[in-house]
C-alpha cells in the first residue's frame, strides 16, 4: 500500500502544481467519495446525525445570521442529504415500493399539474424542486431498514428537540442570538422558529411515548416532561394542545404489560395537579409574560393572522377547483414583497388542506388524505397493540394540526415522517441487521 500512496501523493503535487482548478476539483470529489464511504458503512450514525442536524431548523439560524438568502439553501441541503441516506438504506437494506406512501399522491398530483397549466409565474423547475422537497420527508418509508435501525431514530428522536434548545442555549450565551423571542409573548426558539421547534418537540414527545411503552422504565418519564416543557415554552397553541391530548388519551385509554396501570395513574395525577397550578397562576396574571398563557387569558381566538393568509389562498382554488395549480403554487400566492407577507412575515398557507387543494385540487387533496389514511393503517398493523394505537393517536392529531400549521414541507416534517417511518420499519419482519457502528 506505501507505494501506491507515495505514487498518488506525487501525483497529486504534480496535478495541483500544473493545473490547480483541477487540483481543486479533485480533493472535493475525493472529499465527497469518502463521505459517501463513510456513510455507506456506518448508515445508522450518519442518519441520527442527520436527524438531530435537521431537528435544530439551522435555516432560520442562517437566515438570521447570514441573510435571506441563505434560506432556502441550507433547507435544499437537509432534505438532499435526507434523500442521499435513505438511498443508502435502500442500497444496503432493499428497497420498499409501498404503494400507500404519500409521496406517490405528490408525484401525481405534480403530473396533473403540469398536465393543466401551472399557476401564473411557478416555472416548471420551481415546481420540480417543490416536488422533491415535497416527496423527501418520506425518503425514509421507500427503504426496509433493520430493526436496529428503526430503534436507534426512535430513541435520537426523544432528544432531537434538547439539542435544538441546547445549541440556542450556546448561541445565546455567545451574544449571537436570542434564545427567546417576543411574538405576543416570550417564546422559546431554540437554533430554528418556536413553531418549528414546536413541531419538532411533538415528534420527540410522541416518540418518548414509544419508547416508554416499549420499554417500561421509569427513567424513560423525565425527558417526556423535559420535551413537554419545551413545547409549552414555545407558546405554540395548537401542538401543545395535540401532544397533550395524544399523551393523556395513550396514558389513559393504552394499556400495555410493561408500562403498569398505577404508574400511569400517578402520571395523569401528577399531570392533573400541574394543571391546576398552572391555571392558578394564570387566572392571578403571573404568566402573563409566557406567550401560550398571554393568548389563551387576552385573546384564544386569535388565528394570528391565518384568517388573512386563508383568503388569498381561497381565492386562487376557485378558478381551478379540481386539480390544482400544481406543485409548489402555494409557494407563489402571496408574493414575499406583498403587504400581507410584510404584515404576518410569511406567505405560507398555515393550513394544509388548503395548500394541497391550491396545488391539487379536490382530487389532489382527497388523494393525498386517502394514502395518508392507508399509509398510516397499512403499516401500522404488524406493530404491537400499544404502539399500534399510539401512532394512530399521533397521525389522528396530525390530521388536526394540519388545519392551523404546515405540517408536510417544513424539516421538522422531516423529522416527524422519519420518526414514522423507524416505527412502522420496527413492525416489519425483521432482516438481517449489518450495521453494527452505531
Not at 450514525?45 to 435555516?59: D, K, P, R
Not at 390544482?324 to 388542506?353: D, Q, R
Request: glycine share 10%; aromatic share 10%; net charge positive.
Amino acid at each position: 500500500m506505501r507505494p501506491i500512496g507515495i505514487a498518488a501523493a506525487m501525483f497529486g503535487l504534480a496535478l495541483a502544481w500544473t493545473s490547480p482548478v483541477l487540483f481543486a476539483q479533485a480533493v472535493v470529489l475525493a472529499f465527497a467519495v469518502g463521505i459517501a464511504f463513510l456513510a455507506f458503512r456506518h448508515t445508522t450514525l450518519f442518519c441520527v446525525g442527520w436527524l438531530l442536524t435537521a431537528g435544530c431548523s439551522l435555516e432560520m439560524t442562517a437566515n438570521d445570521m447570514i441573510g435571506p438568502e441563505a434560506f432556502q439553501p441550507v433547507i435544499a441541503i437537509v432534505k438532499a442529504a435526507q434523500i442521499g441516506l435513505a438511498i443508502l438504506c435502500a442500497l444496503r437494506w432493499g428497497v420498499d415500493g409501498d404503494p400507500w406512501n404519500p409521496a406517490w399522491a405528490f408525484m401525481i398530483m405534480a403530473v396533473a399539474g403540469i398536465v393543466h397549466g401551472l399557476y401564473p409565474g411557478l416555472t416548471l423547475g420551481e415546481s420540480l424542486r417543490s416536488l422533491i422537497g415535497s416527496i423527501a420527508p418520506f425518503a425514509f418509508c421507500f427503504a426496509r431498514p433493520p430493526a436496529g435501525w428503526a430503534d436507534t431514530i426512535i430513541r435520537a428522536t426523544r432528544w432531537c428537540a434538547l439539542v435544538a434548545v441546547a445549541g440556542g442555549v450556546i448561541l445565546a450565551a455567545l451574544g449571537i442570538r436570542p434564545l427567546f423571542t417576543d411574538s405576543g409573548g416570550m417564546r422559546l426558539t431554540g437554533l430554528g422558529h418556536p413553531a418549528f421547534l414546536a413541531t419538532v418537540c411533538m415528534a420527540s414527545v410522541y416518540a418518548s411515548l414509544i419508547q416508554f411503552y416499549r420499554t417500561g422504565r421509569r427513567t424513560e418519564l423525565p425527558l417526556l416532561v423535559v420535551n413537554l416543557t419545551i413545547l409549552l415554552l414555545t407558546g405554540a397553541r395548537a401542538p401543545m394542545a395535540f401532544a397533550t391530548l395524544v399523551t393523556g388519551l395513550t396514558l389513559t385509554c393504552v394499556s400495555a404489560p410493561i408500562v403498569p396501570t398505577r404508574w400511569r395513574l400517578y402520571l395523569l395525577l401528577g399531570a392533573g395537579g400541574l394543571a391546576t397550578i398552572l391555571a392558578i397562576f394564570l387566572l392571578a396574571g403571573d404568566l402573563g409574560d409566557i406567550r401560550l398563557f398571554n393568548l389563551l387569558s387576552t385573546d384564544a381566538t386569535n388565528l394570528s393572522g391565518r384568517d388573512i393568509l386563508w383568503e388569498a389562498f381561497r381565492a386562487v382554488t376557485r378558478d381551478s377547483p379540481w386539480v390544482g395549480w400544481g406543485i409548489g403554487a402555494g409557494n407563489v400566492v402571496i408574493p414575499p414583497e406583498s403587504p400581507v407577507a410584510k404584515l404576518l412575515h410569511t406567505w405560507a398557507a398555515h393550513n394544509e388542506y388548503l395548500r394541497i387543494e391550491v396545488e391539487g385540487g379536490q382530487l389532489g387533496r382527497l388523494l393525498l388524505i386517502a394514502m395518508f389514511a392507508g399509509w398510516v393503517w397499512m403499516r401500522s398493523r404488524t406493530l404491537p397493540t400499544a404502539e399500534r394505537r399510539i401512532i394512530r393517536l399521533v397521525f389522528l392529531a396530525f390530521a388536526g394540526h394540519a388545519f392551523t400549521d404546515n405540517l408536510l414541507i417544513s424539516t421538522p416534517a422531516c423529522v416527524l415522517m422519519t420518526f414514522a417511518a423507524a416505527v412502522f420499519a420496527s413492525g416489519q419482519v425483521p432482516l438481517p441487521d449489518t450495521d453494527r457502528q452505531a
